[in-house]
């Protein structure tokens, strides 16, 4: 254990600084020492960066440091040791960790090293992946805007569509891999090259429902039998409390309609109105 100065301390290596900066001790416990010791390997902070940092703001000077010894996988598992953080890495981090271990010659498949970062399977695998997708995808996934698995199924997207989904920041993660799914099918369905992929994404997602928008244009004809029958339903028991429900896909051979009621005279208006849908029953039986 020694004491450093908080100019050396900010002038070690950073080889190590993988990780998200997540908050520091509270400038209480910064200016009592209240940290552990920052371990240095071969004149790298190995971890506490964001001690270091606190510590320069508070103007917190000398800084209890302890030299680490033996090899760069070691140093690494300290490291993460001290992160703490199983299960929690992101896939930035994650990719940061695989950049150190490449720097510093330690196998990537490691048990010791894989532990530390996520408590089953590999993190390489999933990590690889992350690291192939163009990096607007990887923006997406890093925002959270994008699962990863998603992302990498979709990766033959155009990346000018991704551009254009990334600019629409209204999309929640779930709405982007929908939208994003259904433009790789329409691309593929409909051989299209990369001007008209992204003409039609734009169009999409310059709509009021992308969402909407972009099943219309993949399922044309499920679209406007979808229209049909709400046009029919509205026909027939619009304001009525009634519900039809078509099967899904409009695949089966049967509606299905119910109803609430609280009263006799409710009960005898509501079957009253299921008369509009013998009127209408023809088209919609035209459906299935």
Known sequence: MKMMSIADATSLGRRFDVFRQTSPPP??????????????????????????????????????????????????????????????????EKSRILGLLSELGVDASSPRIAVLVQSSGSFVEQTRRYESLPAVVRRLVSAARLDLRSGYRLRRLPEAVWV?????????????????????????????????????????????????????LRYPELSAMQERFDRLRRQALDGSGVRLEAPEGF?????????DFFSRADFDRKLARLGGVAEVCDELFDLL
């Open 27 to 92: 400038d209480s416990f910064i200016e009592r020492g209240l940290f552990p010791p920052l371990p240095v390997w071969r004149g790298d902070l190995v971890w506490g960066f964001g001690i270091v940092a606190a510590a320069r703001r508070r103007a917190v000077s000398p800084l209890r440091s302890v030299s680490v010894e033996g090899t760069p996988e070691e140093a690494v598992c300290i490291a993460l040791e001290l992160e703490g953080r199983v299960d929690r890495y992101t896939v930035d």
């Open 164 to 216: 254009a989904i990334e600019s629409v920041e209204r999309l929640t993660a779930s709405e982007t891999r929908i939208v994003a799914t259904r433009l790789e099918e329409i691309r593929r369905r409909d051989g299209l090259n990369v001007r008209e992929c992204v003409e039609i994404a734009r169009k999409v997602l310059a709509a009021k429902d992308p969402v909407a928008d972009s099943h219309r």
């Open 251 to 259: 695949e089966g051979a049967s509606y299905h309609v119910s109803f």
